[in-house]
């Protein structure tokens, strides 16, 4: 018997990572902003390329996937918070 997708957890565990880290990157990005707007973009860039891959990987977990689609969605709005 195959096993059951658990859409509404999943959704809301999605959602949830996306405001998390949509709040976290913004306000990182924008006290790194305050300091020196270069460095906040080094940081930025130089972070996500190296937790990308690792990230990529969790796509294939059945619990960390949901997760992973709600930091892909968040961290670019994090960087569009932090613009505007």
Request: glycine share 8%; no cysteine.
């Amino acid at each position: 018997m195959p096993t059951r997708t658990p859409w509404f957890t999943g959704v809301a565990v999605s959602i949830f990572a996306a405001l998390l880290s949509t709040a976290a990157v913004g306000a990182f990005s924008e006290g790194l902003a305050h300091v020196n707007v270069f460095l906040a973009i080094a940081v930025n860039v130089i972070a996500v390329a190296g937790l990308a891959p690792t990230v990529w990987r969790w796509r294939a977990v059945p619990i960390w996937r949901w997760v992973v689609y709600g930091a892909v969605v968040g961290i670019p709005l994090g960087w569009i918070a932090a613009i505007a």
